[in-house]
């Protein structure tokens, strides 16, 4: 028995009307349309999994707004998964629909997924954690949505089909050729199943040039079709219609043996597999988003697809509104200008009609002034675009993405393919329901928002929050459901798994600090019982300094968010006990590089022992006196480094244990002639680097600075070049205007410095002492900044002082 046989692809007949496409194509649409109106076949088949057949009813769904995808996943490994994007201008899409419409069957014959699954990689999680498509959803969607026909046979040979065909025809560009020969002529309106047959023509020669481009998979696949293909004729007859890729259209025309083809696709490895529609989003159908199968402009194409009459003069349109929404002029007149000149450029170029080159050059020229920042703007709304498409309920899902849906109903947060930043209050129920769940997808590995740093409050009740949601996500949502039926459920077992799984104790802290964020009550236990035992066991101090941090901020979110820290905080003192013992001999003969991240600990722990004094019980508040004893001890020990040296005199200097007398005479012991000039240059990066007010510690105390200045002029020239990275390094942190004054006061000479009180006069700005009465006169104000209550003589008196 041969196989699929004839030429019926110009007209219907008993042989198959085989509709060859440019996928995700307006003008393939078009034509599909107008070839299957006049063709009116008895059942339509797809190029498409065919386990979506049961999924193709929803499609008529008033719900149902495309772009969406087939999406495909192994039941026992949800990461295994393969889409099959579809847009309103996708030929298929438009198969099935008006299949729908005129009650014809319609059904998919590619290769089932449960075979595509397993003998590619499918889509899969890379060490960052996002999903990326690879052999099958790459493969497989090259067929069903790329223009240029199958990403492995490229792959195989190197050869894009309809590069080929543009460079036959002298173009350099195959994007451009298509739309001349194809988005730009009206083809099938005399004839509807002309087109199919130029293409078909046009694809045999280049299957003849190329074959099947040595891949196994386009061989297997199209086998399968040829079955599928004769079955439904045995089935109905005749009057059967396949939409296709325009490349396998030669292969479904030759002759081949049932026997052969069922060879072929015999003994095939299979995974069970699950199959749904999932929104998608027009800039993953970009290349440019990283979709190697994808079109370079869908906003353009659906636009064009759209469009009744007059596409330009629209498109034109849409331009000027999304500039004038930016706040730039735009006018009618820029709108009318902008049309002629894209008419002018296409005659000029010979082209039928003007294309996206013609319009972007016109819309640059006439709306833009000949800038590429807004033109910028209006490739990413508008030529690439931001639709995110819309399924029914009724699509098969996970309970934990039924359970999903409905908290963001509930919540009124709608997934946006545009990123928007999301503002949240958390004394607010709603934004503290927002907070909750985004937290839980976080630790669910459903990366739908990312914490930013706000910028109204620095304040715990303030989050702020950069959402976008991408078509990837419905996969990591089928992932995470084996840990769960709901939000809740599978945050707080996946909290308990990657406790137990978690290989360092900073790794549990973070978590818990997670756990609090996304306030999972009864994760916390757990987790906490995990961190007191590891933390019992680790003797690493830089581990529990790593530790530690993570800790004390969890503590801050116990008043905002109702929740009990009382277990955490006792960690979290045990902990710092253990730090304080174990930190100086710690920070011992450490080398240059070491010394820096011992130096970040220190900062941390300092930071993390003020906080744990204020959100303790009232015997935690004494760890702040037991941290000051420690750091006296590292700002006198001659084996510590530098840096770290330099970095203890700053913070006791900063809370008031140092007077600056004290802090000027181990800076002139530190920078005395007996200290090496790299160990001096570490001491002076480690007391006034790193950000905290450094350089205005230097310009309010010239003796400090006027130390700094006598050990850098005595610095021996062999040695200068050795400590100079370190010192441009710790001068460059400051603001200009801080280096500005700095090199003022220095300008001035060593005979002109005086103390703190003393200094200054002759530089504007800076006068001989206090003025009491300006002091006075903005006192109002700082108060109300700082948030103070009452008055009176003693409060101004102390606060004028403050001010000096």
């Not at 005086?754 to 903005?778: C, H, K, M, N």
Request: glycine share 12%.
């Amino acid at each position: 028995m041969t196989g699929v046989e004839g030429a019926g692809s110009r007209r219907p007949g008993t042989e198959p009307l085989l509709l060859g496409v440019r996928h995700h194509g307006p003008g393939s649409a078009r034509a599909v349309r107008a070839a299957l109106d006049a063709a009116r076949p008895q059942v339509v088949l797809i190029e498409g999994p065919p386990e979506a057949d049961a999924l193709i009813p929803l499609a008529a769904d008033e719900d149902m707004r495309p772009p969406v995808a087939l999406l495909a996943h192994a039941v026992d490994d949800p990461g295994r998964s393969a889409f099959w994007p579809l847009a309103e201008f996708s030929p298929e899409w438009v198969a099935v629909r008006w299949a729908l419409e005129h009650e014809v069957p319609a059904r998919f014959i590619d290769l089932p997924a449960t075979h595509t699954l397993v003998w590619g990689r499918g889509t899969v999680t890379n060490p960052e954690g996002e999903a990326e498509a690879t052999d099958v959803a790459e493969a497989d969607e090259a067929d069903a949505g790329d223009a240029a026909e199958p990403e492995m046979t490229e792959a195989a040979v190197r050869v894009d089909p309809l590069a080929v065909l543009a460079d036959a025809a002298g173009y350099d560009d195959p994007e451009r050729w298509w739309e001349d020969v194809v988005e730009h002529r009206g083809l099938g309106e005399r004839d509807a199943f002309a087109p199919f047959g130029v293409l078909e023509e046009a694809m045999g020669a280049l299957r003849e040039a190329y074959g099947s481009g040595g891949h196994e998979r386009d061989l297997v696949r199209e086998a399968y079709m040829r079955l599928q293909v004769r079955a439904a004729q045995r089935e109905f007859g005749g009057g059967v219609a396949v939409v296709c890729g325009a490349w396998h259209v030669p292969a479904l025309r030759q002759k081949a043996t049932v026997a052969a083809d069922r060879a072929l696709v015999r003994g095939l490895p299979k995974v069970k597999a699950d199959m749904t529609w999932v929104p998608w989003t027009y800039r993953r159908l970009a290349r440019a988003s990283g979709y190697g199968a994808g079109i370079d402009s869908p906003g353009w194409y659906g636009h064009l697809f759209a469009a009744p009459d007059r596409p330009v003069e629209r498109w034109m349109t849409k331009v000027a509104g999304l500039l004038r929404a930016e706040d730039r002029i735009v006018s009618s007149a820029h709108v009318i200008e902008a049309v002629r000149l894209a008419e002018t450029l296409a005659a000029m170029r010979g082209r039928p009609l003007a294309g996206l080159g013609e319009t972007t050059d016109a819309v640059r020229a006439v709306m833009c002034e000949g800038s590429d920042v807004p033109l910028a703007l209006v490739h990413d709304r508008l030529v690439v675009g931001d639709v995110l498409g819309e399924v029914p309920e009724a699509a098969p899902a996970v309970p934990l993405q039924r359970d999903l849906a409905r908290l963001q109903r509930r919540l009124r947060l709608k997934p946006e393919a545009l990123e928007r930043e999301l503002e949240l209050d958390l004394r607010k129920e709603t934004d503290t329901g927002r907070s909750r769940l985004l937290h839980r997808l976080r630790l669910l590995g459903v990366a739908w928002g990312e914490p930013t740093v706000s910028r109204g409050s620095i304040g715990t009740f303030r989050e702020t929050w950069r959402l976008r949601w991408e078509p990837e996500l419905s996969v990591r949502v089928a992932e995470a459901g084996v840990w769960g039926t709901t939000v809740l459920a599978a945050a707080t077992a996946k909290a308990e798994a990657d406790a137990t799984a978690a290989q360092g104790l900073a790794e549990v802290t973070g978590l818990a600090e997670r756990c609090l964020l996304a306030e999972l009550p009864d994760a916390l236990p757990a987790v906490m019982r995990i961190l007191a035992d590891r933390a019992a066991l680790d003797t690493d101090v830089g581990h529990l300094a790593q530790a530690l941090p993570a800790l004390v901020r969890s503590l801050r979110y116990g008043d905002v968010r109702g929740t009990d820290t009382g277990a955490l905080t006792e960690v979290a003192a045990g902990l710092a006990e253990r730090i304080f013992v174990g930190l100086p001999p710690a920070c011992a003969a450490l080398d240059a590089d070491a010394a820096q991240e011992m130096r970040g600990h220190v900062d941390a722990v300092h930071t993390a022992v003020g906080l744990l004094g204020e959100a303790g019980t009232p015997e935690h508040g004494g760890l702040r006196g037991r941290w000051h004893t420690v750091l006296r001890v590292l700002s006198a020990r001659d084996t510590v480094p530098g840096v770290i040296r330099g970095r203890a005199v700053r913070l006791l200097l900063d809370d008031g244990e140092l007077t600056q007398e004290e802090a000027a005479r181990l800076m002139g012991l530190a920078l005395s002639p007996g200290t090496a000039p790299a160990d001096a240059a570490a001491w002076i990066e480690g007391f006034v680097g790193g950000g905290g007010g450094g350089g205005m510690l230097l310009v309010h105390d010239e003796r400090l600075l006027g130390l700094v200045d006598g050990w850098l002029t005595r610095v021996p020239a062999e040695a200068f070049t050795d400590v100079l990275p370190l010192l441009r390094r710790t001068f460059s942190a400051y603001e200009p205007g801080v280096r500005r004054t700095l090199g003022e006061l220095v300008r001035r000479g060593p005979g002109q410095r005086g103390s703190t009180q003393a200094a200054g006069a002759g530089i504007p700005g800076f006068g001989v002492g206090l003025d009491a009465e300006r002091a006075a006169a903005v006192e109002p104000l700082v108060r109300l900044l700082l948030g103070l209550d009452g008055s009176g003589a003693d409060e101004s008196a102390g606060l004028v002082g403050v001010a000096g």
